[in-house]
Nanobody, 123 residues
Framework: QVQLVESGGGLVQPGGSLRLSCAASGNIFSINAMGWYRQAPGKERELVAAFTSVGRTNYGGSVKGRFTISRDNAKNTVYLQMNNLKPEDTAVYLC?????????????????WGQGTQVTVSS
């Protein structure tokens, strides 16, 4: 009922920038929380940046000061502006959303993940 589609990943040199987008679609009543996580091979998935259920932003410690999350509520879309990228930022970036959606006359809560977009930082 809910789909998350990410875009904007790619190959960039150290110090470069990328902007990721994640658009949520479906019978969404509300988005309680939405943001970005990343996962590199052999490592656990970690928080990058997210809007919480109370509208605050949380950033992973390794990206503070370099990444900025923003959103367009009318489009159910979040963005991640990534500046001063480092090789250690290389990972699959996944969009996550906690949503309340409607299906056949009832509301359900769910946690959804996008398919991920690859970000590779290399010289």
């Amino acid at each position: 009922q809910v789909q998350l589609v990410e875009s904007g990943g790619g190959l960039v040199q150290p110090g470069g920038s990328l902007r990721l987008s994640c658009a949520a679609s479906g019978n969404i009543f509300s988005i309680n929380a939405m943001g970005w996580y990343r996962q590199a091979p052999g490592k656990e998935r970690e928080l990058v940046a997210a809007f919480t259920s109370v509208g605050r932003t949380n950033y992973g410690g390794s990206v503070k000061g370099r990444f900025t999350i923003s959103r367009d509520n009318a489009k159910n879309t979040v963005y991640l502006q990534m500046n001063n990228l480092k090789p250690e930022d290389t990972a699959v970036y996944l969009c996550n959303a906690e949503v309340l959606y409607n299906t056949r006359g009832t509301y359900r809560a769910g946690d959804y993940w996008g398919q991920g977009t690859q970000v590779t930082v290399s010289s």
